[in-house]
């Protein structure tokens, strides 16, 4: 049985190699990127078995990212390359203070491949919880509907379903994302989102306002993510506001959030409080942002572990 799976689109990220404009930068690095895909690396690091459901270019770009998931211990076997489609790609821009702006190339992505029939109902069923974001369904048309048929086979066979909205305005308006992650949030069992998104979805992002706004949606979990403020949670009556944890310093924002999700997912499946759920979690976001990357700074178990001062620095 997988703990954690996901649907998604994963992407080459070119990083630059100095900051300021892009025009004015002349060289990148090759990475991986695709928020789902991170999420799954950085549950995978903390020792979660993890799936990931998706379809790059039959390409070297492709082949690239397939071995790179495959080499993290994600299973890849509803992973497919496929013809006629290019991998996607995006050049990031980052700022001095750390702070990103994403340049997508995705408009022949090859999840425009798949169709719900290509979804593996026993792949889904023998999970323990389907993690989705909002940023496969802005992709296409067909992806929500792909997104909503995988929901409908979670929820049949009582697979939780994680959901963080990770919404970009470069592929849907504000008001299409509301009106689609509204229609989302009455299956969704824990809900990942940045404070500003929920503003977005339900005009508000004062946290104990947003809770009043979930109710109707009976979600069990409710976190929200306030970046360098920490963030805040709700469950079973519960309500925590969890300190930030301050990182060394802030090199690339790019995929905190995502790492905020793998931890708090790995919390949530061993039975944590909510309030060292959120710790953890809010660590490994502090961890990632030290790290230039998407990826790259999303630490192991044992870094967590260290950086709370749980265990001692392992001298190897």
């Keep these: 049985m997988k703990d954690v799976i996901t649907l998604g689109e994963a992407m080459i990220a070119f990083n630059p190699e100095r900051t300021g404009p892009m025009k004015f930068v002349n060289s990148f690095e090759r990475n991986i990127g695709g928020a789902e895909l991170n999420v799954m690396i950085g549950c995978a690091r903390l020792g ?13 770009f492709g082949k690239y990212i397939l071995n790179f998931a495959r080499g993290e211990g994600i299973d890849v076997s509803e992973t497919e390359l496929v013809d006629g489609y290019p991998t996607s790609l995006n050049f990031k821009e980052i700022s001095e203070d750390g702070s990103v702006r994403t340049f997508y190339y995705r408009n022949q992505s090859p999840t425009l491949s798949m169709t719900q029939s290509d979804l593996n109902e026993e792949y889904i069923k023998q999970a323990k919880i389907l993690h989705i974001t909002g940023i496969f369904p802005a992709i ?54 940045g404070d500003e998104e929920m503003e977005i979805v339900l005009g508000e992002r004062d946290p104990k306002k947003v809770l009043e706004l979930c109710e109707p949606y009976g979600i069990d979990y409710i976190v929200l ?29 790019v995929g ?30 502090s961890m990632v942002v030290s790290v230039k990357g998407d990826n790259e700074g999303l630490p192991e178990l044992e870094d967590v572990q260290m950086k709370l001062g749980e265990i001692e620095r392992i001298e190897r």
């Design 225 to 253: 993510k306030k970046g360098a403020d920490g963030s805040v949670g709700y469950a079973n009556g519960e309500y925590v506001e969890a300190d930030p944890v301050k990182p060394s310093k802030v090199v690339d924002t």
């Design 256 to 285: 905190a959030g995502d790492g905020f999700d793998a931890g708090f997912l790995y919390s949530y499946l061993h039975g944590w409080s909510l309030e060292k759920s959120l710790d953890f979690a809010n660590t490994i976001g």
């Design 48 to 60: 979660l078995d993890t799936g990931y459901i998706s379809r790059l270019g039959h390409d070297e």
């Design 140 to 193: 296409h048309d067909q992806n929500l509907e792909i997104t909503r048929e995988a929901i409908r086979l979670a929820k049949k066979h009582d697979v939780k379903v994680a959901f963080d909205p990770n919404i970009r305005l470069k592929l849907w308006t504000k008001q299409q994302a509301s009106d689609i992650i509204k229609s989302i949030l009455p299956d969704v069992d824990l809900l990942l989102a």
